[in-house]
């Protein structure tokens, strides 16, 4: 049974820092990418970062490029997203998922499972 468990999330304020954690189990016998998504109130969910299986390979959507940073350690089954510079606008549920077998990419619809999420608040 796969299970992702996201944490780290919180309320902090402009220009502050936050390390969300996705803790994934069931997954040890499949090499799949691993993403970020987030999804504000009223809008779509939407992709943020990705690593490939063997973090070599890291992707970004735009309005976090310089600002976040995805890294994973498979020997602990870990993947987490480090956000400095947040803004007001980085506000939203973030969820970590797990890609389709062979996959590496920002599709939504191409990722097989996703955690709960952790509510990310960013005060002007």
């Known amino acids: 049974q796969v299970q992702l468990v996201e944490s780290g999330g919180g309320l902090v304020q402009a220009g502050g820092s936050l390390r969300l954690s996705c803790a994934a189990s069931g997954l040890t016998s499949s090499r799949r990418a691993m993403g970020w998504f987030r999804q504000a109130p009223g809008k779509e969910r939407e992709f943020v970062a990705g690593v490939s299986w063997s973090g070599d390979r890291t992707y970004y959507t735009d309005s976090v490029k310089g600002r976040f940073t995805v890294s994973r350690d498979n020997a602990k089954n870990t993947v987490w997203l480090q956000m400095n510079s947040l803004k007001p606008e980085d506000t939203a549920v973030y969820y970590c998922?797990?890609?389709?077998?062979?996959?590496?990419?920002?599709?939504?619809?191409?990722?097989?499972?996703w955690g709960q999420g952790t509510q990310v608040t960013v005060s002007s």
């Open positions: 998922a797990a890609g389709g077998l062979g996959y590496t990419g920002s599709a939504s619809a191409r990722y097989d499972y």
